[in-house]
């Protein structure tokens, strides 16, 4: 096991770079969780919002039926200043702005520029009213372009989500039981961040060392096999992913007092897999990389791009949806899902299966990436 | 004694369309300290790569201990030691660390690494800087600590390739002594380098390559025996007429005979009593003469004959 052994001394020293990622990354989980108050929890999606009717049309007014339903509604002046004090003043925390010519837009089936709201930056329940929007208007604007009146359109789309927001209400209701805090949510949803970039920046300088042609070169002299070598270093950073995603979920269970009901465990399951993602991709970054530096940088592009288009710094909810289209092509975007899942944060109806499902796509991702990470480095191991 | 140890055999090897190695032939036997000196780029390191698996080539054959070699000959590896060019240990370990490692890539007997690290790091005179990373390290010890992983297992076989590039006088003697020293120790040795005064002071044979090709082979003597000079003689001369300079170049055995940055050089192929004769030849025509040497040939004067270039050039 020597190979392993050396594996893990080079380990040592590279390790304190990694220190940085780990020390931010606590420090925004332990915010977050002072922040976050303990007894509010994600289900409680009432909303204290005013809606202007700039359109005055028998098609908002539709609307603001919808939205008003299960929300606290306030009404205010028709006037900037009245709106940002109120916001200001947490009066309301949403103001919900139909522009005219609401209803002539999405008659056409148009469902850009229908609204200029306003949300307060310091509740994050905004994100039940944006999706609540989205899907009316998505709904809608479906309805119309297959060829329903306007007014037809309205009607169906009234009854469906009728249905749907009760039916989520329900399981949100429910899922009360699980006390999936706001803090525990946050944390699993931060982590990516940190288990991606701490691996990167530990893992990758140890791997481009082992295999730096001298050294490599001197190792193959040797009579320990090819195989064996791969073996060790493979296993080493497996331990090491292990170990560092262990003390990740420990950290982030004992933070929230140690809860683990059935959605715990499996957002910790789900952390698991995404430990085993980000090691897939700290192996293919260490064979792409040429130097120490690259590495950094490799890490910061990788860890950062893919948490902010992933969701895992801000709300899926709050991403657009071209971007959104795009994560999806990336694996963080399935693990958050499944997380605001758990969570109860997203229009994602919470059962093993869902959840079966997005871990699915999630070990699809880990194999892909492992058989790159493979073809790459042989690819290396040919072009001498 | 005569066992061969190495037996290349018409190695080509190319890179795209550079020929790095052109039908290459070497046997090195037991107990040899072989040199294989070429400038820089006439193939020694792909030669040394070749031999030991780490690049495949495109023709001819490698056979080490009487067996071919491949990646996966560890009877042959397990008796090899390499010292490469480039200086391969981990930045992040200590000397002892780093020898540890490589010895215990061949040693798994924990007492036996043990005895065998420390005899190492005494072989090589780095008592004093066990716990130093290689970063602290001057050249010269640096060099020693890559020579240190390289013989820690006590190879039967060992491979130098340019051990001394970039160290200074002092480590340089060290290191040659120690080559030799393994040498004596029963160690069978190859050595690269494009420093002819480092490969005839410790070799006992020597190929000579360029460009991918072996150009001469034989010891210190025979190399020298093969070419036409045996004599260089410089004589410090301020003025010159051309007569006797030529007349100079009718001497017996002298083939060359010019007059060049205030000295005039005399080029000799064997004979007795070559200087006393170009003396007298100035001395009867009143020449004023300064300084004068006379020099043998190096063996940069066999590679100046057979290539037409000097094997300083390229340094
Ligand atoms: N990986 C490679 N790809 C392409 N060409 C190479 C490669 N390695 C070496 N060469 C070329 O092959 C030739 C022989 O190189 P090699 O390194 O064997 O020479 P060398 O005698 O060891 O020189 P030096 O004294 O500089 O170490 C050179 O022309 C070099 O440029
Ligand atoms: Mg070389």
């Known amino acids: 096991m020597q190979v392993l052994n050396v594996f893990f001394k080079v380990l040592k020293k590279k390790f304190p770079s990694a220190l940085a990622y780990i020390i931010v990354f606590f420090s925004i989980a332990i915010a977050m969780a002072n922040m976050g108050g303990t007894t509010e929890s994600f289900e409680d999606t009432r909303v204290t919002l005013s809606v202007i009717d700039r359109d005055k049309t028998e098609t908002s007014k539709a609307f603001v039926d919808y939205i008003s339903k299960n929300n606290k509604v306030v009404s205010i002046e028709d006037d900037e200043r009245a709106i940002t004090d109120s916001i200001y003043n947490e009066v309301v925390s949403y103001v919900v702005v139909i522009n005219e010519g609401y209803e002539s837009k999405i008659s056409t089936g148009e469902t850009e520029g229908l609204f200029s709201n306003y949300k307060s930056p310091k509740s994050s329940k905004g994100v039940f009213i944006d999706g609540k ?17 306007t007014d037809e359109a309205v009607k169906k789309t009234s009854e469906t989500l009728g249905d749907e927001v009760e039916v989520k209400l329900e399981s949100f209701k429910k899922d009360k039981s699980s006390e999936f805090s706001e803090s525990f949510a946050f944390y699993f949803q931060y982590l990516p961040y940190g288990i991606l970039s701490v691996l990167i920046t530990a893992l990758s300088p140890v791997l481009l060392t082992l295999n730096k042609k001298e050294i490599k070169d001197r190792t193959n002299c040797s009579c320990i096999k090819f195989s064996s070598q791969t073996a060790q270093m493979i296993l080493g950073s497996f331990i090491f992913a292990i170990v560092l995603w262990a003390v990740f979920a420990f950290a982030g269970v004992m933070m929230n007092d140690g809860a683990l009901s059935e959605r715990h465990l499996l957002a910790v399951l789900n ?13 293919i970054v260490s064979n792409l990389a040429k130097t120490q530096e690259s590495v950094g940088m490799l890490a910061n592009i990788v860890g950062l791009g893919m948490s902010f288009l992933c969701g895992v710094f801000v709300p899926q909810s709050l991403l657009g949806e071209g971007v959104l289209n795009v994560a999806r092509i990336l694996p963080a975007y399935w693990y958050v899902r499944a997380n605001d899942m758990l969570a109860g944060i997203n229009n994602d109806v919470y059962s093993i299966g869902n959840f079966m499902k997005f871990l699915g796509i999630e070990i699809a ?3 892909v990436l492992f058989v790159v990470a493979i073809v790459i480095s042989r690819m290396k191991k040919r072009a001498y | 004694m005569e066992n061969v140890v190495v037996k290349i055999e018409n190695l080509v090897k190319k890179y795209k369309e550079l020929t790095a190695l052109d039908h290459l032939n070497l046997e ?25 698996s780490l690049l495949s080539f495109d023709e001819g054959s490698v056979e080490v201990f009487g067996k071919e070699m491949t990646p996966v000959n560890y009877e042959a590896k397990k008796q090899i030691g390499i010292i490469m060019q480039n200086v391969a240990v981990f930045e992040e370990l200590t000397v002892y660390e780093n020898i540890d490692y490589f010895c215990g890539l061949y040693i798994k007997d924990k007492a036996l690494k043990k005895q065998y690290v420390e005899e190492a790091i005494e072989f090589v005179g780095l008592g004093d800087f ?9 050249g010269g010890l640096l060099r020693r600590l890559n020579i240190a992983c390289g013989i820690a297992h006590k190879p039967k076989l060992i491979i130098l390739d340019e051990p001394t590039v970039a160290v200074d006088p002092q480590s340089r003697n060290k290191i040659l002594e120690g080559i030799v020293e393994l040498n004596k120790q029963g160690a069978t040795i190859i050595y690269t380098s494009h420093y002819m005064e480092e490969v005839e002071q410790i070799c006992t044979r020597i190929a000579i390559m360029d460009k991918g090709k072996k150009i001469a082979e034989g010891t210190t003597d025979q190399l020298k025996r093969m070419i036409k000079n045996t004599e260089t003689i410089e004589i410090e001369v301020k003025e010159i007429s051309d007569e006797i300079i030529s007349e100079a170049g009718k001497l017996p055995h002298v083939y060359e005979a010019l007059h060049n940055d205030g000295k005039l050089i005399i080029r000799c192929s064997g004979g007795k009593h070559n200087l006393i004769r170009v003396l007298d030849l100035l ?7 300064g300084r004068v040497y006379s020099e043998l040939p190096t063996l940069n004067d066999v590679f100046l004959e057979i290539t037409g270039t000097a094997l300083r050039d390229s340094e």
């Open chain 1, 133 to 149: 929007i989205d899907l009316y208007t998505k709904t809608l604007s479906a309805y119309i372009l297959n060829g329903n009146t």
């Open chain 2, 283 to 289: 001395q009867n025509n009143n020449v004023n003469f």
């Open chain 2, 28 to 52: 090195i036997k037991e107990g040899e300290v072989f040199g294989l000196l070429g400038p820089n780029g006439s193939g020694k390191t792909t030669t040394i790569s070749c031999l030991l």
């Open chain 2, 130 to 138: 066990k716990k130093f990373h290689p970063k602290k390290l001057s």
């Open chain 1, 271 to 283: 952390s698991f897999v995404f430990a085993l993602i980000s090691l897939a991709i700290a192996l």
């Open chain 1, 365 to 367: 991702f880990a194999v």
